[in-house]
Each structure stands twice: as structure tokens, then as C-alpha cells.
Nanobody, 119 residues
Framework: QVHLVESGGGLVQAGGSLRLSCAASGRTFSNYVMGWFRQAPGKEREFVGTIRWSLGSTYYADSVKGRFTISRDNAKNTMYLQMNSLKPEDTAVYYC????????????WGQGTQVTVSS
């Protein structure tokens, strides 16, 4: 059974940084794509970025490009989201998710971690 657990959320001032972690367990993820999503109050869930586990290649939403960086640690089976230059509009619950490379639907989701950016 695949299990994803996010951590690292919190309250930070605008312009600050946070690093989120997504600890993955239950299988190997060499043929998986891992993603970060976020959902602000009253809004739909929004794509943040992805990393292809095997190659480490990344892709970002325009809203976070240049400020957020996704990485992974194979030995720890953990994905990270480094968030710099945070803005109040980045406030949301952040979720990690995983899907096999051959499908487009994310199969596994974490429980989410709250990020609040004060102005």
C-alpha cells in the first residue's frame, strides 16, 4: 500500500522560504511521476509542479516558476518542495501525489500540509 506523508508546512512572512517534504513508502517509485498540488480556501486544487522520479526532470506551473524547486532523495524515498520568495497568494494546503508514468491520473495522495504566508 502506497503511503504519502507531507510535512514542513507552517506560517512564514512574505518573502520568506519553506521546504516541504513528501515521504513515500509502499513501493519503489522509479517509474513514477510525483507531483505537488495546492488548494487555497474557496478555490480549486491547483497544479504546482512535478518530478519524474527516474530522471529527476521537473516541470512547474508558471505561477511558481523561478521561486519553487522540486527535488527528490532516492535513498530516503522523499520528494521536496523548496519554496522561496513566498507571497500571500501562495497560502494553501499543499498536497503531494504520485502516478505511474504511463497514466495521467494521480493515483496516490497525501493528507496535505498547510502553508500560510503573511503579508
Amino acid at each position: 500500500q502506497v503511503h504519502l506523508v507531507e510535512s514542513g508546512g507552517g506560517l512564514v512572512q512574505a518573502g520568506g522560504s519553506l521546504r516541504l517534504s513528501c515521504a513515500a513508502s509502499g513501493r519503489t517509485f522509479s517509474n513514477y511521476v510525483m507531483g505537488w498540488f495546492r488548494q487555497a480556501p474557496g478555490k480549486e486544487r491547483e497544479f504546482v509542479g512535478t518530478i519524474r522520479w527516474s530522471l529527476g526532470s521537473t516541470y512547474y506551473a508558471d505561477s511558481v516558476k523561478g521561486r519553487f524547486t522540486i527535488s527528490r532523495d532516492n535513498a530516503k524515498n522523499t520528494m521536496y518542495l523548496q519554496m522561496n520568495s513566498l507571497k500571500p497568494e501562495d497560502t494553501a494546503v499543499y498536497y503531494c501525489a504520485a502516478r505511474p508514468e504511463i497514466v495521467t491520473t494521480y493515483t496516490y495522495w497525501g493528507q496535505g500540509t498547510q502553508v500560510t504566508v503573511s503579508s
